[in-house]
């Protein structure tokens, strides 16, 4: 069984900083790439941002571009997501999400492209 576990989300005001982790566990699985996605109350799930998980190629929604940052540690089999400069239209709910097939980056942009969730991290950013 494969497990995701984030972390590292809280209550924090515009402008400010945090830094999401996302660690893999359980049953070895090779992906091709990772991913946050994010839901907002009301509203359905969005895509944040990809990593392909050996080169380390990554896109971003242009909601966050500038602003965020995915990044991972293979060693560690790990995804981070620094967020930075958030504003209170960032509140919401943060997933992070594995793909084990190769569907580019025009594929992981959907969220029915990954096979593996994490049971998400809140984030709040008060204005």
């Known amino acids: 069984q494969v497990q995701l576990v984030e972390s590292g989300g809280g209550l924090v005001q515009a402008g400010g900083s945090l830094r ?25 799930r969005e895509f944040v941002a990809h990593i392909t998980w050996s080169g380390g190629n990554t896109y971003y929604a242009d909601s966050v571009k500038g602003r965020f940052t995915i990044s991972r540690d293979s060693a560690k089999n790990t995804l981070y997501l620094q967020m930075n ?7 919401a709910v943060y997933y992070c999400a594995a793909a084990t097939f190769n569907f580019g980056h025009t594929g992981w ?16 950013v008060s204005s």
């Open 20 to 44: 999401l982790s996302c660690a893999a566990s359980g049953r070895p699985f090779g992906s091709y790439a990772r991913a946050w996605f994010r839901q907002a109350p009301g509203k359905e």
């Open 85 to 91: 400069s958030l504003k209170p239209e960032d509140t």
């Open 109 to 124: 942009v959907k969220s029915g492209s990954y096979d593996y969730w994490g049971q998400g991290t809140q984030v709040t």
